[in-house]
Protein backbone atom coordinates (compact mmCIF):
# COMPACT_ATOMS: atom_id res chain seq x y z
CA UNK A 1 0.00 0.00 0.00
CA UNK A 2 0.97 3.45 -0.83
CA UNK A 3 2.58 5.49 1.93
CA UNK A 4 0.49 8.61 0.87
CA UNK A 5 -2.94 6.19 1.25
CA UNK A 6 -2.00 4.98 4.83
CA UNK A 7 -0.99 8.69 5.91
CA UNK A 8 -4.60 9.78 4.17
CA UNK A 9 -6.89 6.63 6.51
CA UNK A 10 -4.67 8.40 9.46
CA UNK A 11 -5.57 12.03 9.13
CA UNK A 12 -8.61 11.61 8.14
CA UNK A 13 -9.41 9.82 11.01
CA UNK A 14 -7.85 12.53 13.23
CA UNK A 15 -10.14 14.92 11.69
CA UNK A 16 -12.78 12.46 12.47
CA UNK A 17 -11.85 12.04 16.36
CA UNK A 18 -10.89 15.71 16.88
CA UNK A 19 -14.30 16.68 15.39
CA UNK A 20 -15.88 13.99 18.03
CA UNK A 21 -14.30 15.69 21.04
CA UNK A 22 -15.67 18.86 20.45
CA UNK A 23 -18.57 17.38 21.52
CA UNK A 24 -16.94 17.28 25.36
CA UNK A 25 -16.22 21.01 25.45
CA UNK A 26 -19.31 23.53 26.10
CA UNK A 27 -21.48 24.38 23.42
CA UNK A 28 -24.98 25.41 23.01
CA UNK A 29 -27.49 23.18 22.72
CA UNK A 30 -27.16 20.68 19.40
CA UNK A 31 -24.31 22.48 18.45
CA UNK A 32 -22.05 19.85 17.55
CA UNK A 33 -19.93 18.24 14.88
CA UNK A 34 -22.36 15.03 14.20
CA UNK A 35 -23.32 16.05 10.99
CA UNK A 36 -20.35 16.78 9.77
CA UNK A 37 -18.63 13.82 10.97
CA UNK A 38 -20.87 11.72 9.11
CA UNK A 39 -20.60 13.87 5.82
CA UNK A 40 -16.37 14.12 6.04
CA UNK A 41 -16.39 10.48 6.45
CA UNK A 42 -18.89 9.44 3.66
CA UNK A 43 -16.87 12.14 1.23
CA UNK A 44 -13.40 10.72 1.84
CA UNK A 45 -12.79 7.34 3.46
CA UNK A 46 -12.39 5.36 0.02
CA UNK A 47 -13.37 1.96 1.79
CA UNK A 48 -16.86 1.66 2.33
CA UNK A 49 -16.84 0.08 5.75
CA UNK A 50 -14.19 2.75 7.21
CA UNK A 51 -16.91 5.85 5.79
CA UNK A 52 -19.39 4.21 7.74
CA UNK A 53 -17.80 2.50 11.01
CA UNK A 54 -15.30 5.72 12.14
CA UNK A 55 -18.09 8.62 12.14
CA UNK A 56 -19.93 5.99 14.13
CA UNK A 57 -17.51 5.14 16.38
CA UNK A 58 -15.94 8.52 17.14
CA UNK A 59 -19.33 9.60 18.14
CA UNK A 60 -19.46 6.27 20.65
CA UNK A 61 -16.46 6.59 22.01
CA UNK A 62 -17.56 10.46 23.36
CA UNK A 63 -20.65 9.42 24.28
CA UNK A 64 -19.39 6.52 26.39
CA UNK A 65 -17.07 9.91 28.03
CA UNK A 66 -20.43 11.95 27.83
CA UNK A 67 -23.05 9.64 29.69
CA UNK A 68 -20.47 7.95 32.40
CA UNK A 69 -18.66 11.14 33.06
CA UNK A 70 -20.87 14.36 32.38
CA UNK A 71 -24.28 12.63 32.61
CA UNK A 72 -23.75 9.73 35.16
CA UNK A 73 -26.20 10.65 37.68
CA UNK A 74 -28.72 10.22 34.60
CA UNK A 75 -28.17 6.60 34.24
CA UNK A 76 -27.48 3.46 36.81
CA UNK A 77 -24.48 1.89 36.60
CA UNK A 78 -21.99 2.23 33.12
CA UNK A 79 -24.02 2.58 30.11
CA UNK A 80 -21.96 1.26 26.71
CA UNK A 81 -25.08 2.72 24.49
CA UNK A 82 -27.82 4.29 25.21
CA UNK A 83 -30.93 4.75 23.51
CA UNK A 84 -29.95 8.03 21.91
CA UNK A 85 -27.06 6.12 20.36
CA UNK A 86 -29.03 3.95 18.45
CA UNK A 87 -31.16 6.71 17.04
CA UNK A 88 -28.29 8.93 16.43
CA UNK A 89 -26.17 6.15 14.92
CA UNK A 90 -29.08 5.61 12.37
CA UNK A 91 -28.88 9.29 11.71
CA UNK A 92 -25.24 8.92 11.25
CA UNK A 93 -25.14 6.05 8.60
CA UNK A 94 -28.14 7.87 6.90
CA UNK A 95 -25.36 11.21 6.35
CA UNK A 96 -22.54 8.94 5.30
CA UNK A 97 -25.13 7.74 2.28
CA UNK A 98 -25.89 10.85 1.74
CA UNK A 99 -22.34 11.56 1.18
CA UNK A 100 -21.57 8.79 -0.84
CA UNK A 101 -23.83 10.02 -3.23
CA UNK A 102 -23.68 13.90 -3.19
CA UNK A 103 -20.18 14.59 -2.32
CA UNK A 104 -18.42 12.42 -4.79
CA UNK A 105 -17.31 15.51 -6.47
CA UNK A 106 -16.42 18.04 -3.25
CA UNK A 107 -17.17 21.50 -3.86
CA UNK A 108 -18.56 24.54 -1.40
CA UNK A 109 -22.31 24.49 -2.98
CA UNK A 110 -22.47 20.25 -2.83
CA UNK A 111 -20.73 20.44 1.02
CA UNK A 112 -23.26 23.62 1.61
CA UNK A 113 -26.72 21.22 0.69
CA UNK A 114 -25.17 17.95 2.01
CA UNK A 115 -24.59 20.07 5.44
CA UNK A 116 -28.35 21.24 5.29
CA UNK A 117 -29.56 17.68 4.49
CA UNK A 118 -27.49 16.60 7.46
CA UNK A 119 -28.95 18.68 9.67
CA UNK A 120 -32.41 17.68 8.86
CA UNK A 121 -32.30 13.79 9.03
CA UNK A 122 -30.53 14.59 12.31
CA UNK A 123 -33.70 16.38 13.44
CA UNK A 124 -36.31 14.05 11.94
CA UNK A 125 -34.34 10.98 12.75
CA UNK A 126 -33.44 11.90 16.56
CA UNK A 127 -36.62 13.51 17.74
CA UNK A 128 -38.38 10.31 16.24
CA UNK A 129 -35.92 8.23 18.72
CA UNK A 130 -37.50 10.85 21.68
CA UNK A 131 -40.72 9.97 20.97
CA UNK A 132 -40.13 6.05 20.06
CA UNK A 133 -37.90 4.97 23.37
CA UNK A 134 -38.84 8.00 25.52
CA UNK A 135 -41.09 8.61 28.37
CA UNK A 136 -42.53 12.24 27.41
CA UNK A 137 -44.56 11.81 24.48
CA UNK A 138 -47.47 9.57 24.19
CA UNK A 139 -46.69 6.82 21.73
CA UNK A 140 -49.49 8.48 18.99
CA UNK A 141 -49.05 11.15 16.27
CA UNK A 142 -49.83 13.75 18.41
CA UNK A 143 -46.94 12.41 20.83
CA UNK A 144 -45.05 12.46 17.31
CA UNK A 145 -45.56 15.88 16.49
CA UNK A 146 -44.92 17.24 19.88
CA UNK A 147 -41.66 15.61 19.73
CA UNK A 148 -41.04 17.04 16.68
CA UNK A 149 -42.51 20.90 17.79
CA UNK A 150 -40.19 20.11 20.95
CA UNK A 151 -37.39 19.61 18.53
CA UNK A 152 -37.77 22.65 16.73
CA UNK A 153 -36.04 25.55 19.17
CA UNK A 154 -32.65 22.74 18.93
CA UNK A 155 -32.86 22.77 14.44
CA UNK A 156 -31.20 26.10 14.48
CA UNK A 157 -28.12 24.68 16.39
CA UNK A 158 -27.57 21.85 14.56
CA UNK A 159 -28.02 23.34 11.56
CA UNK A 160 -25.15 26.36 12.45
CA UNK A 161 -23.10 23.61 13.97
CA UNK A 162 -23.22 21.19 10.97
CA UNK A 163 -22.29 23.89 8.26
CA UNK A 164 -19.87 25.51 10.94
CA UNK A 165 -17.99 22.14 11.72
CA UNK A 166 -18.67 21.27 7.70
CA UNK A 167 -16.82 24.54 6.76
CA UNK A 168 -13.72 23.91 9.32
CA UNK A 169 -13.65 20.13 8.62
CA UNK A 170 -13.81 20.21 4.60
CA UNK A 171 -12.18 23.50 4.37
CA UNK A 172 -9.26 22.18 6.42
CA UNK A 173 -8.83 18.77 4.21
CA UNK A 174 -8.56 20.62 1.29
CA UNK A 175 -5.86 23.11 2.80
CA UNK A 176 -3.82 19.94 3.90
CA UNK A 177 -4.71 17.89 1.28
CA UNK A 178 -2.34 20.20 -1.21
CA UNK A 179 0.69 18.79 0.83
CA UNK A 180 2.06 15.63 -0.23
CA UNK A 181 1.01 13.45 2.47
CA UNK A 182 -2.61 13.47 1.11
CA UNK A 183 -3.32 11.84 -1.99
CA UNK A 184 -5.05 14.26 -4.44
CA UNK A 185 -8.14 11.86 -5.89
CA UNK A 186 -9.20 8.39 -4.45
CA UNK A 187 -11.48 6.25 -6.86
CA UNK A 188 -14.00 4.72 -4.60
Known amino acids: MNQNYKHKGLILGLFILFAAMSRLLPHPPNFTAIGA ?15 FLVPVLAVWITDLILNNVVYAAYYEGFVW ?26 NPGRVIGASLAASVIFFLVSN ?27 FLNTLAGDLFFCGVMFGSYA ?11 VKR
Open 37 to 51: IALFGGAYFSKKWLA
Open 81 to 106: ISKNLLFTGLAILLMVLLARFVLKKI
Open 128 to 154: FGAWAVGTMYPLNIGGLIAAYVAGLPF
Open 175 to 185: LISKTALIPQQ
